[in-house]
């Protein structure tokens, strides 16, 4: 029941770019159109999912006992950066296919802020490890979820007649703050009165 | 030198012209002294590591260029981390999650890369110094539309200043993550008709 109420919590009620603005770079620059922000979205849940669990091992039982906590910043980033580049090759050998359709998006992912938040929002909140796991899975569908929608959006305003300093940048802006507010009604007490809490 | 220092100001401000970074900026812009806190802290990482890039440039190869910035980006701020715990706590808690995200904040990545590594030490850190207070200049101003008519006040740290009519009834959706996204919008489209006048 607590993971599902994660899941529902960092999907909608805290959804990562929506209302913490992590990953706001990718999210304005891959979502102009549907296909390349599925991919980004795919290739982004796939790294939080793993790096996240990798952080929280060498976080437990690495740097804890050792009492190297301070390095914490340092490590993970590292962490990433090198698992980004795995990620690459392992699926460039095992899955060409999946790598043409997410090879050109894994390497910005490491600049992504979501894939470093949600692993040290996971140390702050001290989730174990399957609520680590579900916690960086559901920030990742997050992330999908509003990338794709905005993506379908993004390819109408392309037809609509936007004034003419609003277009490009700012009109996406506005957009995502409207939907933002439409995801204000997704509130906390969701949880309790599904009875997840 | 003047240009590189000045040049962050507006023409090429990191947060309005380049949109670089904006996790930060809408993260922590519902107060003043969070942004001015989270500036600060941005700032000096972005000097350090500036100053440090340009000065290991001939040393790093090109190949591994990208991780070995972000090792010495990522040594900086756990050194301002450290700092502020020690002797601004409650910025340091207000700032949280945001704090240590100043590592992947592409304003400081993209300087080292596209300035710092090819340019002088000293001409890096003037070029540091300018991006920061372009940097600190537009978060501030994003917190105080925000806070002025999100939340009726105006705080500078310790002291705050509460605004007759807007405290009772501000237009709250400014203060939302909603408001931050649609005022980044408005301005950003503002500064788009200002450069296109320019022009």
Same mark, same amino acid.
């Given at each position: 029941?607590r993971?599902?109420?994660?899941?529902?919590t960092?999907?909608?009620?805290n959804?990562?770019?929506l209302?913490?603005?992590?990953g706001?770079?990718?999210?304005? &620059?891959?979502s102009?159109?549907s296909?390349?922000a599925?991919?980004?979205?795919?290739?982004?849940?796939f790294?939080?999912?793993?790096s996240s669990?990798v952080?929280?091992?060498?976080?437990y039982?690495?740097?804890?006992p050792?009492?190297l906590?301070y390095?914490?910043t340092v490590?993970?980033?590292?962490?990433?950066?090198s698992l980004v580049?795995?990620?690459?090759r392992?699926?460039?050998?095992?899955s060409?296919?999946l790598?043409?359709a997410?090879g050109?998006?894994l390497?910005?992912?490491t600049?992504?802020?979501?894939?470093?938040?949600?692993?040290i929002i996971?140390i702050?909140?001290k989730y174990?490890l399957l609520?680590?796991?579900?916690?960086?899975?559901?920030?990742g569908? &997050?992330?999908?979820?509003?990338i794709?929608?905005m993506?379908?959006?993004?390819?109408r305003?392309?037809?609509?007649d936007v004034?003419?300093s609003?277009? &490009?940048l700012?009109?996406?802006?506005v957009t995502?703050?409207?939907?933002?507010?439409?995801?204000?009604?997704?509130?906390?007490?969701?949880i309790?009165n599904l009875?997840?809490? | 030198?003047?240009k590189?220092?000045?040049?962050?100001f507006?023409?090429e401000?990191?947060?309005?012209?380049l949109?670089l970074?904006?996790?930060?900026?809408l993260?922590?812009?519902?107060?003043?002294?969070?942004a001015?806190g989270?500036g600060?802290?941005?700032?000096?990482?972005?000097?350090g590591s500036n100053?440090l890039v340009?000065?290991?440039?001939d040393?790093?190869a090109?190949?591994i =260029?990208?991780?070995?910035?972000i090792?010495?980006?990522?040594?900086?701020v756990?050194v301002?981390?450290?700092v502020m715990?020690?002797y601004?706590p409650?910025?340091?808690?207000a700032?949280?999650?945001?704090?240590p995200l100043?590592?992947?904040?592409?304003i400081?990545?993209? =300087?080292?890369?596209?300035f710092?590594?090819?340019?002088?030490?000293l001409a890096?850190?003037?070029?540091?110094?300018? %991006?920061?207070?372009?940097?600190t200049?537009?978060?501030?101003?994003?917190?105080l539309? =925000?806070?002025?008519?999100?939340?009726g006040t105006i705080?500078f740290?310790?002291?705050?200043?509460?605004l007759?009519g807007?405290?009772?009834?501000?237009?709250?959706v400014?203060a939302a993550?909603?408001?931050?996204?649609l005022?980044?919008?408005?301005l950003?489209a %503002?500064?788009n008709k200002?450069?296109?006048k320019k022009?």
């Open positions: 029941m993971l599902v109420a994660l899941l529902i960092y999907v909608f009620i959804n990562f770019i209302v913490q603005f992590m706001l770079c990718p999210f304005i &620059g891959v102009k159109n296909e390349s599925i991919g980004m979205g795919l290739a982004v849940t790294v939080t999912a793993v669990t952080c929280y091992l060498i976080y039982y690495l740097l804890v050792f009492s906590e390095l914490q490590v993970f980033i590292l962490v990433i950066a580049q795995v990620v690459e392992f699926i460039r050998v095992t060409p296919s790598y043409k997410l050109i998006y390497p910005l992912i600049t992504n802020c979501i894939v470093l938040g949600i692993s996971n702050n909140e174990n609520e680590s796991f579900v916690s960086s899975v559901a920030a569908l &997050g992330f999908t979820l509003v794709i929608l993506s379908n959006i993004r390819e305003l392309e037809l609509s004034p003419k609003f277009r &490009g700012p009109i996406a802006f995502a703050g409207l939907m933002a507010l439409a995801f204000m009604g997704f509130d906390r007490a969701i309790s009875h997840l809490a | 030198m003047k590189e220092l000045t040049k962050g507006f023409k401000n990191p947060t309005f012209i949109v970074g904006l996790c930060p900026t993260g922590v812009s519902t107060s003043v002294s969070n001015i989270m600060i802290a941005a700032t000096l990482v972005l000097v100053f340009s000065m290991l440039k040393y790093i090109d190949s =260029r990208i991780p070995s910035f090792v010495i980006i990522a040594s900086f756990t301002v981390q450290m715990n020690a601004l409650d910025l340091y808690a700032l949280g999650v945001y704090l100043i590592v992947v904040n592409c400081i990545l993209g =300087r080292a890369e596209a710092a590594s090819k340019n002088s030490p890096s850190v003037m070029d540091a110094i300018g %991006m920061g207070i372009g940097f200049m537009s978060l501030t101003m994003i917190a539309i =925000r806070e002025v008519i999100g939340n705080s740290f310790a002291w705050k200043i509460a007759p807007l405290k009772d009834n501000p237009v709250r400014l993550p909603a408001g931050a996204l005022l980044m919008g408005y950003k %503002m500064f200002i450069q296109e022009k």
